[in-house]
């Protein structure tokens, strides 16, 4: 998810309420910085602020939906006025959510705008081998035994099933987990890894997750090392 707030509190909050529930979150601080993001990056949902430096909300979404790009977006502002609302309902936006607002009615709304952005597809269970995720219930299992993961673990699998055969490169696994914005030392990548291997292979004779040298990671059925 891509947030775009200028309050360094209310941006801290949606972060870590977000990341809290398994979400990738990446902030941009204005609406230029969210505006390049957005057009460069996919996401599942844009959480717009409206009174943001450089380029305002009712701007980025116009300019989004003009370059053909359909991100369900959900607006939080302090400004909720009719007009408001309507002008930002008619360039584009999916949703409106004045601000201070309750953390259930913000999932709530959340939630019924992602669902108009994603294929039906992207809910289905991923499988490899005996190793199953429900990126809709938040399960684990191999061999119908079930897995607890921590939420970066989670995303982690999930980044690499969905990409089940492929070598991810370092910085794509990164930037897919933790976000654009987020700094994260190489160490980290390879600590999570080893976690993430520790609960889905150490049990069992066939390994699943596989490190390629130099490049990066990949979960497989066979190793080709």
């Known amino acids: 998810m891509l947030i775009v707030e200028d309050e360094s509190q209310m941006a801290a909050l949606l972060r870590k309420t977000l990341e809290n529930e398994n979400h990738t979150v990446t902030v941009a601080r204005d609406g230029a910085e969210g505006l390049a993001i957005a057009e460069l990056h996919d996401f599942d949902v844009l959480v717009l602020d409206i009174m943001l430096p450089k380029l305002d909300g009712f701007e980025l979404v116009r300019r989004l939906r003009q370059h053909g790009r359909t991100v369900p977006i959900l607006m939080l502002t302090a400004r909720d006025t009719v007009s408001d609302i309507v002008k930002g309902l008619d360039l584009g936006a999916d949703d409106y959510l004045a601000k201070p607002f309750a953390l259930d009615e913000f999932f709530a709304r959340l939630r019924t705008a992602a669902r108009r952005g994603v294929a039906p597809a992207s809910a289905t269970q991923l499988r490899v081998a005996d190793l199953l995720l429900d990126p809709?219930?938040?399960?684990?299992?191999?061999?119908?035994?079930?897995?607890?993961?921590?939420?970066?673990?989670?995303?982690?699998?999930?980044?690499?099933?969905?990409?089940?055969?492929?070598?991810?490169?370092?910085?794509?696994?990164?930037?897919?987990?933790?976000?654009?914005?987020?700094?994260?030392?190489?160490?980290?990548?390879?600590?999570?890894?080893?976690?993430?291997?520790?609960?889905?292979?150490?049990?069992?004779?066939?390994?699943?997750?596989?490190?390629?040298?130099?490049?990066?990671y990949t979960v497989r059925t066979r190793s080709r090392e």
Do not use: P
């Open 136 to 216: 809709a219930t938040r399960e684990v299992t191999r061999a119908g035994q079930r897995i607890q993961l921590s939420a970066t673990e989670f995303r982690l699998l999930e980044f690499l099933m969905r990409r089940a055969g492929r070598v991810a490169v370092r910085a794509a696994i990164v930037e897919g987990v933790w976000g654009l914005d987020r700094e994260v030392e190489e160490n980290n990548l390879d600590a999570f890894m080893r976690l993430l291997r520790n609960k889905v292979d150490r049990e069992y004779e066939h390994k699943l997750i596989h490190t390629i040298r130099g490049v990066g």
